[in-house]
């Protein structure tokens, strides 16, 4: 079994839709996690760290359940400019080590 | 600023060929990584250094050799490369310790012919 599992998509969603990616982790003993944002050909970049409570940035919203270690991140009014891939990331305690998932491929056509 | 930059942006390189790819950044980060990512992958940890002693190699062939001279720059030397070597290298840097938000240089995109 991956550490961090993600569906690979891709998801072709319209212009203004809600779209929601979700990822879960082998580690109980991780202790941060992130969703990082991948253009094509370009870095990734974080886009939001996850906490417990959950965490709200404009359109974009990232939950996390540790008890049955599962991420979500949901987008809302999708744009053009959010296509691109979404990485799930995971870092284990007391390590710089960051574990990624295979990324989901979101595509937002007009 | 939340920039770390690498150079070249593109390498072109034969199999018996020695190159160098840096990476520098400025945030005072004391951890810093290379990356190998090959296409509709996700980056693959190759290094990590930490107060600039390396305390992560990913049993990364010896063709690949790290440096990091101080604080602020990291080396990644290539020699003797294979085909498949041929990938994104991406150089991130962050706050060691654990659980820190890792922040990545535009990588190097590398053809070994």
């Known amino acids: 079994r991956k550490e961090v599992e993600q569906d690979p998509g891709p998801f072709n969603v319209p212009e203004g839709a809600t779209v929601a990616f979700n990822c879960t982790y082998s580690n109980s003993a991780s202790q941060s996690f992130f969703w990082y944002r991948q253009d094509c050909r370009k870095e990734p970049k974080l886009l939001m760290s996850v906490y417990s409570s959950g965490n709200e940035d404009g359109r974009f919203t990232a939950q996390l359940n540790r008890a049955s270690q599962y991420i979500s991140l949901l987008i809302r009014d999708s744009k053009l400019s959010d296509s691109a891939t979404y990485l799930c990331v995971v870092n284990s305690r007391n390590t710089d080590k960051l574990i990624f998932g295979t990324g989901t491929r979101l595509q937002v056509f007009p | 600023d939340t920039e770390v930059t690498q150079t070249p942006k593109h390498l072109v390189m034969g199999m018996t060929n020695k190159k160098s790819l840096k990476c520098e950044q400025h945030?005072?980060?004391?951890?810093m990584y290379w990356y190998k990512q090959k296409a509709k992958k996700p980056p693959e940890l190759m290094f990590v250094y930490s107060y600039e002693k390396l305390s992560i190699n990913e049993s990364v062939p010896s063709r690949f050799s790290p440096e990091c001279p101080n604080s602020s720059l990291l080396n990644l030397h290539l020699h003797a490369l294979q085909p498949e070597d041929s990938a994104l290298y991406l150089c991130?840097?962050?706050?060691?310790?654990?659980?820190?938000?890792?922040?990545f240089g535009p990588g190097t995109r590398l053809l070994v012919l």
């Open positions: 945030m005072g980060h004391r951890a």
């Open positions: 991130a840097s962050s706050h060691p310790g654990g659980g820190e938000t890792q922040y």
